[in-house]
């Protein structure tokens, strides 16, 4: 992943409607939000970041999915390789937290602001006024 999270000075990452993204940060969000596309991921970020003191054993998880142990290490696995989460071991079990600066940084570039970037290089112009298009 490039390295657009917070470094603590301001907003980690300007939204999309303020400027275009870079090939290598639309990557890496793309990664994020593809992770996310799942429904039992999304639960499990959800489950991990809303639990007490912010992270989540295994054990704590699986009970909630009718879902395979592999299955469940495969969703987890995804969104620790996006850069969603983090895990630790702990003797047999593994604990997972939420990376807060990833919420963040998808997060800053949802936000909507108006943009920066001059207009629409376009120079037709409408042939009917615009009241009359939308009527």
């Known amino acids: 992943m490039s390295n657009q999270l917070s470094n603590g000075d301001g907003p980690c990452c300007p939204p999309l409607?303020?400027?275009?993204?870079?090939?290598?940060w639309?990557?890496?969000l793309a990664r994020m939000f593809k992770a996310l596309g799942d429904?039992?991921?999304?639960?499990?970020?959800?489950?991990i970041a809303s639990h007490q003191g912010g992270e989540s054993c295994v054990c704590d998880i699986s009970p909630a999915?009718?879902?395979?142990?592999?299955?469940i290490s495969h969703h987890l696995k995804v969104l620790r390789e996006a850069g969603l989460l983090d895990c630790e071991r702990r003797g047999t079990w593994v604990y997972y937290r939420v990376l807060p600066a990833a919420l963040e940084q998808l997060s800053a570039v949802?936000?909507?602001e108006s943009g920066v970037l001059?207009?629409?290089?376009c120079a037709c112009a409408p042939t009917e006024p615009l009241q009359e298009i939308v009527s």
Do not use: I, W
């Open 110 to 112: 949802l936000a909507t």
């Open 39 to 47: 429904p039992v991921r999304l639960r499990m970020l959800s489950m």
């Open 65 to 71: 999915f009718d879902l395979s142990q592999p299955t």
């Open 118 to 121: 001059p207009g629409s290089a």
């Open 26 to 28: 639309a990557t890496d």
């Open 17 to 24: 409607s303020r400027e275009p993204l870079t090939s290598d």
